[in-house]
């Protein structure tokens, strides 16, 4: 049974981390980290992926029929569209003060939480470890797709903070406010095509 219990945690591992990489928490992780320090960012998103998990194994498979997709892809939406403004906003702002930033850095666990939580609700891999959870035991299941997941966020942070040695801020909240506004339209057309 151990054996059994090994196996189901390494392919849980795998299953999700491959579902996620490259994904949009993985790429939002690595926008935030381009504008932020990386523990705030990951502190916020691996919270979220962890009570994601954890909604996701207590009610399986049948979760995604108590809430409604359209008002999840609605919030996600509009995060999606607050941060591409907040982005576009930085890129053209000229002082290079960091009170702007330290103000909104204070918060940024709680904005990685929000949109990672809102833009994952119901994703893929939250519908993957409520299927697997009927079928392996639960407490592995979340062990094992929290991990996976806080793996992408890590290795997206990562990503983000080399680019921001080889790119210069503007032009990387340029492209961040593109990314969060491609999300959003994604998102939208997704949801109300």
Sequence with gaps: MEILSSYGAVATFLLIFVAEFGDKSQLVCMTLAVKYRARPVLFGAISAFAILNVIAVLFGASFANFIDQRYLSIIAIVLFALFAISSWRDAHHDDDTDEGQLKVGKHISMSAFT?????????????????LSTTQPPLMVWISATLALATTCVIGVIVGKKL??????????????????????????????
Excluded: C, P, Y
Excluded at 115 to 131: N, P, R, S, W, Y
Excluded at 169 to 193: G, N, P, R, Y
């Design 115 to 131: 949109l990672i939580f809102a833009a994952e609700m119901g994703d893929k891999t939250q519908l993957a470890v409520a299927t």
């Design 164 to 193: 921001l040695n080889r790119i210069s801020e503007q032009l990387l909240s340029k492209m961040a406010a593109l990314l969060f506004a491609t999300f959003a339209v994604i998102t939208a057309i997704t949801t109300f095509a």
